[in-house]
């Protein structure tokens, strides 16, 4: 088989794909409008293409590319459920997504209407006081929430509370964020059930100590159990605890974050609320506080007053701006849609079916993959190909094994708290008969890697491209055309 | 119950007896009964697709959209012609329904669309590497401003006061907690005060920032600044529109280091301010230290052309506390959206574009100005957008404007209190002649008194 042709080999002089603009007034010659030294010498060589040469470039591109859509994609952490197609209808409606951020206050009262709502109805489901939608994404959040616990401590005169504990088996975004927001990082492990280690956590308490950032369930898909005595160390050390809500889709309905002592939330809405994440975003990671921290969010923020809606400018406790304009409006009207489809009930039923699932898949592999930690698990689990490792066949190999039976692979090598870890999250919007594939597939790899395991380490044998070489993408650097 | 579940009751007695469960609340039994939640949640809904419809689009219609009324509003986000088939591409859901390409061999689609991606903004900029985007244009600079200060192990930058005002403000609250300490550099005739740029300019300083066309849409004399510069080990970020680097020249031209931008006029709709996207380029030397994704091109086992993510030991999920961002998830949709409408608009069609934008705005400077009304407040050349002062408030003008089906400019004044009375207006290819005479009629008082 041929390469695909990237765009620029379609290029042929003097092709098109726009007509010209009309354009009506005077025309003048653009080195009166602009001094000749500010014009640009040699031309941006973008491609000349048919808009024909487009369409089937791309659409052969997308044939290329596996999404919900195209199957399962049961990749841990990431909450890979069904992007309802309504969702996107409604946030394409030209009410919402031809209207210019800085339009006149009365004109956008629908924009501003919407964004009240959604702040009030993040804030019930997670029980917290006050939201702003600002921040981008989870990572973006979990910035702007480290950095109003700093504003916080500042405040308070605490500017020697420097530290910010991480346990070992948080996302790498979590010790990435604090570090941005200026924070030393210090590790916690993890202990024998997959909870946060109470005794380690002891010893790094301290008055040099911000605060402590915790997925809850955590990146193992487990519950941390502990978490009010968690809440009640960190806080008795005059730490504010910090929630990374990537895996709030187990307990919507169930419990919420703000009840478990939870001072600051983040949200990641391409996830729990089924916006689409776009072959790597965008995503939206409004973030949550406790009523008295309200005052430290960005802005501005979004208002109502009798039938008004406005936007307020952010007072002086405010950590000030995290980005332009008010965040991904466009992403958080398809997350408002979702929560409005679902409703109370619908979202508890969504957290206790991905429980669900995750556990029946998990229980269906348990005899053939090492389960590190025999608890029951949240919407996601992790196991360990230790096992098949011992017969030279790696996580990574079954990871491209899977691939030739029309599966996403779990995500790999995450958590690295688990040696060979794979972690599987099926979510809610997959069937019983998806999960019994899926579960089938799995069980044949390992018995693949047990009896013929070129079969998996030659793998993947299916797909359009073979094992891809990133070492030397890495080495010897192409990074464009 | 739940239109997006499949699982029917049968099967979920099934599946809980098969995993050893006699009822749902079991699962949950790991956690504290003090915690759990006693009563159901206080929100709307469930509501049908219908009733949605019906509720979401009498929402919508409470907003003016661009399809209703004429925009002269820009400010850092600009009503641009998306042509259809952007919209068409992006739309397939092999594409936004993915996630980060962590899998080469099934993403080859998105992975191939971000390293032309990349190629076509390192076109644009004539940078050497592209990421595979940032945020937006705030947070691509404010990062860029971060990579500048740990690149040098120096904690001061330099701000041209002509950058977007929002832009400034997260640089402030980046470095208010990353910890380094902004020096604005005041303007003169709309653009950066070299005199005083040149004052500020020591050893000490880890990067200049100038933005341009900058926010009065005027066009900075990248030029200068270089020769500034010197030979001190000073990073030059610039902030470049990106249709505007159809036309003028780019910032590698100039020696920039560091070339970020708002990616929303290439093909993204408004919505009301996101998502849209920030395009990061760098020269070849600081890749390295360049933050978010990058694809980069490799072969298969059998020696076939492919893609993958790459240089990825400067990512958090792999260096951890020590990565050159914490960027994660990213806005590669948004950026696909790019990529579709850089190689539909092509070499000439953008070019078109960005001449359009120059001609329909100087006409529209030159209208306003000739009903003496206005004055011209810079003398600098602009390409899209442009600042006049009136002799009425701009905010009754702009109630005018709005009762004749037209969204004028932005209020200076409200980011730059010394500018009382100066409109920023912007002229986008889709204005027409007829759009611009009404403008400046209403403007006189001809129309809608
Ligand atoms: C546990 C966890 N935290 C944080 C993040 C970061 O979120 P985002 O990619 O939206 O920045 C992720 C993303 O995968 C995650 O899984």
Redesign the pocket.
């Known amino acids: 088989m041929k390469d695909t042709k990237t765009v620029f080999e379609y290029s042929v002089k003097g092709r098109r794909a726009v007509d010209a603009p009309a354009r009506d007034v005077p025309a003048r010659p653009l080195d009166e409008l602009i001094p000749g030294g500010y014009l640009r010498k040699s031309p941006a060589q973008l491609p000349e293409i048919s808009e024909v040469d487009a369409v089937r470039h791309y659409t052969g591109l997308s044939r290329r590319n596996h999404g919900v859509d195209s199957g399962f994609y049961p990749l841990?952490?990431?909450t890979m459920k069904y992007n309802p197609k309504i969702n996107e209808d409604i946030a394409a409606l030209s009410g919402f997504a031809n209207v210019h951020p800085y339009q006149p206050e009365e004109t956008v009262q629908g924009c501003l209407k919407l964004t009240c709502r959604m702040q009030e109805i993040l804030a019930e489901i997670t029980g917290m006081g006050a939201f702003t939608l600002q921040p981008a994404?989870?990572?973006?959040?979990?910035m702007t929430g480290l950095m109003i616990m700093k504003a916080f401590h500042e405040n308070n005169g605490n500017s020697g509370r420097t530290k910010v504990i991480v346990p070992d088996s948080?996302?790498?975004?979590?010790p990435a964020s604090a570090a941005v927001a200026g924070y030393d990082i210090v590790e916690v492990r993890s202990d024998e059930r997959g909870n946060v280690d109470l005794e380690s956590l002891k010893n790094v308490l301290g008055d040099d100590v911000a605060g402590l950032m915790l997925?809850n369930p955590n990146?193992l898909g487990l519950f941390d159990e502990n978490i009010l005595k968690i809440s009640e160390m960190v806080h008795g050390a005059g730490g504010l605890l910090y929630y990374?809500?990537?895996?709030l889709n187990a307990v919507m309905g169930i419990c919420r974050p703000g009840d478990m002592g939870f001072d600051i939330v983040?949200l990641?809405l391409?996830?729990t609320f089924s916006t689409p994440h776009g072959g790597g975003?965008p995503?939206a990671?409004p973030v949550g506080v406790k009523k008295e921290l309200g005052q430290f969010l960005p802005g501005p923020m979004a208002k109502q007053n009798g039938d008004r809606y406005y936007l307020e400018a952010p007072g002086p406790l405010s950590i000030g701006r995290v980005k332009s304009f008010y965040g991904n409006f466009g992403v958080i009207v398809k997350a408002f849609v979702y929560i409005l489809t679902m409703g109370a009930d619908g979202l508890k039923h969504a957290s206790e079916t991905a429980v669900l699932n995750a556990n029946y898949l998990m229980h269906k592999l348990s005899g053939d993959f090492v389960i590190p930690y025999k608890r029951i698990c949240m919407h996601e689990f992790v196991l360990s190909g230790e096992k098949q490792k011992e017969n030279g066949v790696s996580t990574l190999d079954m990871a491209k094994r899977i691939l030739d039976f029309g599966f996403h692979p779990p995500?790999i090598y995450f958590p690295t708290i688990v040696k060979e870890s794979m972690m599987i999250e099926p979510t809610e919007t997959e069937s019983k008969e998806t999960l019994d594939d899926f579960a089938g597939t799995m069980l044949q790899i390992a018995k693949e890697a047990a009896e013929e395991p070129e079969k998996v380490t030659g793998a993947p044998h299916n797909t359009v491209v073979a094992r891809l070489d990133v070492t030397l993408a890495a080495r010897k650097p192409k990074l464009k055309w | 119950m739940s239109r997006y579940i499949p699982q029917t009751d049968e099967q979920k007695i099934e599946m809980l007896r098969e995993t050893g469960f006699s009822d749902i609340s079991e699962l949950f039994s790991e956690i504290p009964e003090d915690i759990k939640l006693k009563r159901k949640l206080g929100i709307p809904g469930p509501f049908s697709e219908c009733e949605l419809m019906g509720h979401l689009r009498q929402l919508a219609g409470n907003n003016i959209s661009t399809d209703d009324h004429a925009f002269f509003l820009g400010a850092g986000a600009y009503d641009h012609y998306i042509p259809s088939v952007v919209k068409h591409m992006v739309s397939r859901s092999e594409f936004y329904t993915s996630y980060?390409p962590y899998q080469p061999e099934i993403s080859q689609g998105m992975l191939q669309a971000i390293f032309e991606y990349q190629s076509m903004i390192c076109e644009l900029t004539a940078m050497d590497v592209s990421n595979a985007s940032m945020y937006d244009g705030a947070t691509a600079l404010a990062e860029a401003a971060r990579m500048a200060c740990g690149a040098a192990r120096k904690n001061t930058v330099l701000v041209s006061r002509t950058i977007h005002p929002e832009y400034r403000q997260t640089l402030r609250t980046y470095g208010r907690f990353c910890g380094f300490k902004i020096i604005e550099i005041d303007y003169a005739q709309g653009i950066t005060d070299l005199d005083k740029l040149q004052d500020n300019i020591t050893d000490d300083i880890a990067a200049v920032l100038i933005q341009s066309p900058n926010f009065f849409g005027a066009i900075e004399p990248l030029d200068e600044i270089k020769p500034i510069i010197g030979e001190r080990k000073i990073m030059f970020i610039v902030c470049a529109d990106p249709i505007s680097l159809a036309i003028l020249e780019p910032p590698g031209s100039f020696g920039a280091d560091i070339a970020v931008g708002e990616g929303q006029p290439l093909g993204n709709p408004l919505s009301f301010g996101g998502p849209y996207l920030g395009y990061f380029a760098v020269k070849e030397e600081h890749l390295r230290k360049m933050p978010g994704r990058i694809v980069g091109q490799t072969v298969d086992s059998n020696g076939k052309r492919g893609f993958v993510l790459t240089i990825q030991a400067r990512e958090q999920h792999i260096r951890r506390e020590r990565a050159t961002s914490?960027?994660?998830?990213n806005q590669a949709l948004n950026a696909l959206a790019a990529a579709v409408y850089m190689s539909v608009m092509g070499k000439e069609g953008l070019k078109e574009t960005a001449v359009s934008c120059a001609q329909n705005a100087q006409y529209a400077c030159d209208k306003l100005v000739e009903t003496g009304s206005f004055e011209r407040v810079f003398s600098a050349p602009f390409f899209r957008e442009f600042v006049v002062k009136s002799k009425k408030p701009v905010s009754e003008l702009n109630k005018k404007l709005l009762e004749n089906k037209i969204i004028g400019g932005l209020e200076l004044e409200k980011y730059y209190p010394e500018l009382e009375n100066c409109w920023l207006l912007a002229v986008t290819e889709k204005r027409t002649k007829r759009e611009i005479d009404l403008l400046s009629s209403v403007c006189e008082g001809r129309c809608g008194e």
Request: proline share 0%; hydrophobic share 15%.
């Open positions: 841990g952490s990431c994404a989870g990572a973006h959040g979990e948080a996302h790498g975004t979590n997925t990146t990374d809500g990537a895996n983040h990641n391409h996830k975003g995503g990671g995500t | 980060t914490n960027i994660c998830s």
